[in-house]
């Protein structure tokens, strides 16, 4: 645990039931806090942790979107009497289970339509201390994942001196379908983006109910990887998330190319009512959730994501970044440096003849450009180089123009870091610093994981002391941001902000400092592809 975080929680003792303390607060007598918090809607009572920190699990922030209420906005959850058991998980949002053994392999979990619940974490000692707030967005491409992941636990952050919040979101079809009789029935004229909806509803409860549980509404960071990443993209991007926060760090993900439009979203929405055999919406939302899955299987259009429905998004992402109508706020991003290892490499080898075609048929005129900057000489460095590009046009490109865009329109600052420890295992070779490697840093929860943690497959790492040393260093920088919008701190290398002249990226790695130039020429590519797809858009 770091020696510089600024504020820990003593042990359990304070929560002791025979305690009747008060804790002098700028002159007024305040109790300390326990395990039970007064929310807008009713009582919670939570855990009390071993470190002194106060777990909240399970705690509603809209109703369930079920029935009626599937494929609507997130509605207003319904008051309580009495105190609210807080001290398990919900269900996960309904979502497939991946397959047995594949990299990600979650196993088997709860799942639900009725998920719209949050979790926090808190190391306040009493309501009044005003801590910064993290909010994290799990990633699974937006149609697996939960805030109940353990590598998301936030005992540790909290014990440096946060409050953490984890949320569910809707997933997949029950959080992205669109739809035009879904349109027509909403006042907005849009369907789909029910997922960023309820995230933004998420943000609200914070902002009515974070400062019960000690924390600082006024000092939100939203942070995420990978879908997650996406989201707070997603979320700087829209007017609708406006105020509601105020610092993001993105970890491997932006939305930088352009969106799928209401009206082909609509389409596919048609589609599948049809596979459904439903003829209106009643029909439906009487369908179960599993004969919904069944029908989306092999949809070929869009995926589920985010859509252009210009009303959560009235222009694209990089549209609103580009004209500075963004959320104006202080940034982090960044990405991995073998992000495709664990996505794009397991997928079947390729000939150089057909990279090339792949390239040909993927960017048009820019297709030469992209093998002179991804070459392949024979057959198995065409199969590296394709996933390369891939990766980097998934996530080294959005990033860096993420940063780029915000450092030209934004007047909050942004900086850029690139991770690049391996995760010591038998599999470090082959995976290198792999997609999400990055998260059980971040959150410092190495103890988590390996011999010592909880058996979780292929992340079985055997942590050394330098990996322990980069936990701790992280861990600071994002809980420093969090506080002031500045991650630099005593002890700490320092971070510049991101100039896109120097292209100044911090490495975290076996070392941490500044390297400059990071994959430019293959980026640069990237920035003319897009530079002329939009132009042609």
Same mark, same amino acid.
């Given at each position: 645990?770091?020696?510089?975080a600024?504020?820990?929680?003593a ?6 039931a ?38 909240? +699990?399970?705690?509603?922030f809209a ?37 047995? $053994? ?27 201390? /005003? ?81 019960a549980?000690?924390?600082d ?9 990978? /879908? $997650? ?14 105020g ?6 993105g970890?491997? &993900? &932006? ?14 929405? +048609?589609?599948i ?9 009643? +029909? ?6 599993e ?30 970044? /580009? ?18 290892? +664990? ?5 079947? $080898? ?6 090339r ?6 960017? &048009? ?6 093998f ?30 993420? /940063? ?14 690139y ?13 290198g610093?792999?997609h ?67 292209? &100044? ?31 042609? $858009?």
């Amino acid at each position: 645990m770091s020696t510089k975080a600024t504020t820990r929680r003593a042990g359990g003792a304070i929560l002791g039931a025979g305690l009747a303390m008060t804790l002098a607060c700028g002159g007024e007598q305040v109790e300390p806090l326990t395990t039970t918090v007064n929310t807008h809607l009713g009582a919670v009572e939570g855990l009390a942790l071993d470190s002194g920190v106060l777990k909240f +699990a399970g705690i509603p922030f809209a109703a369930p979107p079920v029935g009626d209420l599937r494929w609507r906005p997130p509605q207003p959850a319904g008051a309580w009497e009495g105190s609210r058991d807080a001290t398990r998980f919900s269900a996960s949002c309904w979502q497939p289970l991946s397959p047995p $053994g594949s990299f990600y392999d979650s196993g088997e979990i709860e799942r639900s339509e009725d998920c719209l619940y949050l979790n926090v974490w808190t190391g306040a000692e009493h309501a009044e201390a /005003a801590l910064p707030v993290m909010v994290w967005i799990h990633g699974g491409g937006l149609q697996t994942g939960s805030g109940s992941t353990f590598l998301y636990d936030g005992e540790s952050l909290a014990n440096r001196g946060v409050v953490l919040v984890t949320i569910n979101y809707r997933l997949g079809p029950m959080g992205f379908l669109a739809h035009a009789e879904l349109s027509a029935e909403d006042e907005s004229r849009a369907s789909g983006n029910y997922g960023i909806l309820d995230q933004i509803a998420a943000l609200e409860w914070v902002q009515a109910n974070i400062a019960a549980f000690g924390g600082d509404p006024g000092r939100v960071t939203i942070f995420g990887e990978s /879908a $997650g990443s996406w989201s707070v993209n997603y979320l700087t991007a829209t007017p609708l998330a406006a105020g509601l926060f105020h610092r993001a760090i993105g970890h491997s &993900g &932006g939305i930088f190319w352009p969106m799928p439009r209401l009206g082909d979203a609509e389409s596919e929405g +048609a589609r599948i009512a049809e596979r459904l055999g439903a003829g209106d919406l009643e +029909a439906m939302r009487a369908a179960t959730v599993e004969e919904v899955y069944e029908a989306t299987s092999g949809s070929e259009a869009l995926g589920f994501v985010g859509v252009n429905d210009g009303h959560v998004f009235p222009r694209d992402v990089y549209d609103l970044f /580009a004209t500075g109508d963004q959320n104006d706020v202080d940034t982090i991003v960044g990405f991995n440096s073998d992000e495709g290892t +664990a996505l794009f490499a397991g997928a079947p $080898g390729t000939t150089v003849a057909a990279y090339r075609q792949s390239l040909a048929d993927t960017y &048009g005129a820019h297709a030469d450009a992209m093998f002179a900057v991804y070459p392949a000489e024979n057959d198995e460095q065409a199969h590296v180089a394709a996933y390369e590009n891939t990766a980097d046009n998934f996530f080294a490109w959005q990033m860096r123009t993420w /940063a780029r865009t915000q450092s030209s329109t934004g007047s909050k600052p942004v900086r850029m870091y690139y991770f690049s420890r391996v995760p010591p295992w038998d599999q470090a070779e082959t995976y290198g610093s792999y997609h999400a490697a990055e998260i059980v840093y971040a959150f410092d929860n190495l103890h988590r994981t390996g011999e010592a943690g909880e058996d979780i497959g292929p992340f079985n790492h055997a942590w050394d002391e330098t990996d322990r040393a980069l936990a701790d260093t992280m861990a600071d920088y994002w809980v420093n941001f969090a506080a002031t919008g500045d991650p630099n701190g005593d002890g700490l290398p320092d971070w510049p902000v991101y100039d896109p002249d120097a292209d &100044g990226v911090l490495e975290l790695g076996d070392k941490i400092g500044v390297i400059q130039g990071l994959l430019k020429d293959r980026l640069d590519t990237f920035d003319a592809y897009y530079e002329d797809l939009r132009g042609n $858009g």
